[in-house]
């Protein structure tokens, strides 16, 4: 009997849908779709991640796990949880890792780092001198947690990094706090903050130190961070992992590399990558980084890369005890 009842109001549901406008069915679904938060919800994430083993020997203990504690709506740490490192553009941080070794950087930057998944990398497993830069203040602060709760040598710095230095209005995304970003109309916003502003030549210059690896990540903004960093490019010529929005970025990119004589390579799953005569972002999606090598990246380098992705490919969630 319950059989047949169930059977009978979907049936009269399809038939009342048929003689709905597209407009009263999306608002139906999205009301139907709406669960109102629950008090016991809790507030925190907390999980632990596998790290992923070095392909080269270290001098150092590299830990085995790395404890995230971190707001529930953050969507980072979400997909952490969900996917662990082997899930969060692993492509991208092996080149990075293999980057790091490749040059044996003393100092590393993740610039546009949410809560560090790429400095809390290069930090617990390589022995460079880790900055993460983040200017969302509830972001920076749980990233700023998970160092501390780890006690990894890295620091966290709540500033934009630009062309120019003062203060800049960051504009918080109502799609995911991921999208944040200092250009206006990029994504939908639901407010804004101020956050101090600072060029990456008067960061190096202040804190004494020159990176030798980056990884650029600034949601639309990352010509403005090259744009800020002329010595750094000229000088050190450091190897950087950068994003790239299709139609976004991709004519200043080049503008501003070129002079530098950098060589690009699209980041995908299959290592080694060609080199490109111009940097496109994928319109698909799937692939946004981008290698920039000051040098054309040696057979060395491609075999630690390769080494890196088949480690963090086993860094994949630990269950739930």
């Known amino acids: 009997m319950a059989t047949t009842l169930i059977g009978l109001r979907q049936r009269s549901r399809r038939a009342l849908a048929r003689y709905l406008p597209p407009g009263a069915k999306r608002l139906i679904r999205r009301v139907m779709a709406y669960r109102p938060s629950r008090s016991s919800a809790p507030a925190t994430r907390r999980f632990d991640l596998r790290v992923p083993l070095p392909p080269i020997a270290r ?11 971190a707001p529930a709506g953050l969507f980072v740490p979400r997909v952490l949880e969900a ?23 003393k100092a590393a930057f993740d610039v546009g780092a949410s809560v ?7 930090a617990a497993v390589t022995s460079a001198e880790v900055t993460g830069f983040e200017p969302t203040p509830d972001i920076a602060a749980a990233f700023e947690s998970i160092v501390r709760t780890n006690e990894l040598r890295c620091r966290v710095e709540a500033i934009a990094l630009g062309a120019s230095n003062g203060t800049a209005t960051l504009h918080l995304s109502s799609s995911t706090d991921s999208s944040n970003s200092l250009r206006a109309g990029f994504r939908e916003a639901t407010g804004t903050v101020d956050v101090p502003l600072e060029r990456l030549d008067d960061y190096c210059a202040r804190r004494g130190i020159q990176p030798a690896v980056l990884k650029v990540d600034t949601e639309t903004t990352e010509p403005d961070v090259f744009r800020g960093a002329a010595e750094l490019l000229a000088t ?10 299709a139609g976004r970025t991709e004519k200043d ?24 005569d111009v940097i496109a972002g994928d319109p698909t999606y799937r692939h946004l980084d981008w290698l920039f090598a000051p040098v054309l990246p040696s057979e060395r380098y491609w075999a630690r890369a390769a080494a890196w992705r088949e480690s963090l490919a086993a860094c994949t969630p630990i269950a739930r005890e």
Not at 237 to 245: F, S, T, Y
């Open 236 to 245: 050190a010529r450091p190897w950087i992992v950068c994003e790239v929005l």
């Open 253 to 276: 990119l080049m503008e501003i590399l070129r002079p530098f004589g950098y060589h690009w390579f699209h980041i995908t799953d299959v290592m080694p990558f060609a080199p490109s």
């Open 83 to 105: 996917n662990g490192f082997a899930g969060y553009e692993p492509d991208a941080a092996a080149c990075f890792l293999a980057a790091i070794d490749e040059v044996d950087a």
């Open 59 to 69: 001098k150092f203990p590299v830990p085995a796990r790395i404890r995230i504690e």
């Open 116 to 122: 560090g998944v790429f400095a809390v990398l290069a």
